[in-house]
């Protein structure tokens, strides 16, 4: 009796051409070690990684600091001339003509260090905003973490303030200020604006990244925020007994973070400015604000990383 042999059907083979399941595509990438390209890794390594760059970070703030008036006569000049002008012109309208100046002793001095330390928060704010939109051929062309971008800027902004200190102690001592002991605390409070900075800075870049028509919102909303902040004005006058401010607007004044950076410069470089006009906790406000910034800042930033440069 002869035996039927039944062959299976052969397997149907996909046409030519065809593209296999996802599934299927991400286990042949697996097998063979393939990973995203550009995908954002975990947190830890985003920091090492940015740390590996540290060198390229120093490098490119400073190149950008050059180049930032290479163009002018003066050159590097107006690093120091640009925010004195600007506190001449506030000196003349705030302090001359509105007379802020009534009561606060030592005003010029008052005066110069508050422009000063508002204009690095509010140059580091801006050149962050701008960080990766302004920088698409770079982000697009290499690859290395983004937060490398606003980190820069703001230490850019940092080299141009050092800059500006040394004409600043000159005032100082102009001005009959003798230096002192507490200038050194200008070491600690400069660190934690800078960590502030840079957290808001990475904050706007990712916004910026998104709604590129944020750069010319901001030097009005940082014009706002300039005004609030005690730069042309002793908050401790406005908001003292004998004012009629109410006292939770004084409360937000004094806490207001930009303030807060002032203030401590101005106890450390000022003997006139003394600790009764600070408000409580000063250095605890200081370093909360460096610590939400900055951490927040970083983790916002590092959660888009890999949308930076598409679309």
């Known amino acids: 009796?002869?035996?039927?042999?039944?062959?299976?059907?052969?397997?149907?083979?996909?046409?030519?051409?065809?593209?296999?399941?996802?599934?299927?595509?991400?286990?042949?990438?697996?097998?063979?070690?393939?990973?995203?390209?550009?995908?954002r890794p975990s947190l830890r390594e985003y920091v090492r990684q940015l740390w590996a760059r540290r060198h390229f970070i120093g490098a490119f703030s400073t190149a950008k600091l050059t180049a930032q008036y290479s163009q002018a006569k003066l050159?590097?000049?107006?690093q120091?001339?640009?925010?004195?002008?600007?506190?001449?012109?506030?000196?003349?309208?705030?302090?001359?003509?509105?007379?802020?100046?009534?009561?606060?002793?030592?005003?010029?001095?008052?005066?110069?260090?508050?422009?000063?330390?508002?204009?690095?928060?509010?140059?580091?704010?801006?050149?962050?905003?701008?960080?990766?939109?302004?920088?698409?051929?770079?982000?697009?062309?290499?690859?290395?973490?983004?937060?490398?971008l606003p980190v820069s800027f703001c230490l850019?902004?940092?080299?141009?303030?050092?800059f500006s200190m040394a004409a600043l102690v000159v005032i100082l001592l102009?001005?009959?200020v003798p230096p002192a002991v507490s200038w050194v605390l200008?070491?600690?409070?400069?660190?934690?604006?800078?960590?502030?900075?840079?957290?808001?800075a990475m904050v706007m870049a990712r916004v910026g990244s998104k709604i590129p028509d944020m750069a010319q919102l901001m030097p009005f909303l940082l014009r706002t925020w300039m005004y609030g902040s005690g730069?042309?004005?002793?908050?401790?006058?406005?908001?003292?007994?004998?004012s009629n401010v109410p006292s939770w607007v004084g409360t937000l004044l004094q806490a207001n973070p930009a303030a807060v950076y002032i203030d401590l410069m101005r106890f450390a470089l000022i003997d006139s400015f003394d600790g009764s006009m600070l408000p409580d906790h000063v250095w605890a406000l200081a370093?909360?604000?460096?610590?939400?910034?900055?951490?927040?800042?970083?983790?916002?930033?590092?959660k888009a990383e890999e949308t930076y440069g598409r679309g």
């Open 156 to 162: 850019q902004q940092l080299q141009q303030l050092l």
């Open 80 to 148: 120091v001339m640009t925010p004195l002008l600007n506190a001449a012109v506030y000196y003349f309208i705030f302090g001359v003509l509105m007379n802020t100046k009534r009561g606060v002793e030592d005003y010029v001095p008052f005066l110069v260090t508050g422009v000063f330390v508002w204009t690095f928060t509010q140059s580091s704010i801006m050149a962050g905003t701008r960080a990766i939109s302004g920088n698409l051929g770079l982000v697009r062309a290499l690859h290395f973490p983004r937060a490398a």
């Open 287 to 302: 370093l909360g604000w460096a610590l939400v910034a900055g951490i927040g800042g970083f983790i916002y930033f590092w």
């Open 1 to 39: 009796m002869s035996q039927v042999l039944h062959t299976p059907p052969p397997t149907p083979q996909a046409p030519a051409g065809t593209v296999p399941a996802s599934h299927d595509l991400a286990a042949l990438a697996a097998r063979h070690g393939l990973s995203v390209s550009g995908a």
């Open 186 to 200: 200008a070491v600690p409070a400069l660190v934690l604006q800078f960590l502030f900075n840079a957290g808001v």
């Open 174 to 176: 102009a001005f009959g």
């Open 231 to 242: 730069v042309m004005f002793s908050i401790h006058h406005m908001t003292g007994p004998d």
């Open 75 to 78: 050159g590097q000049v107006w």
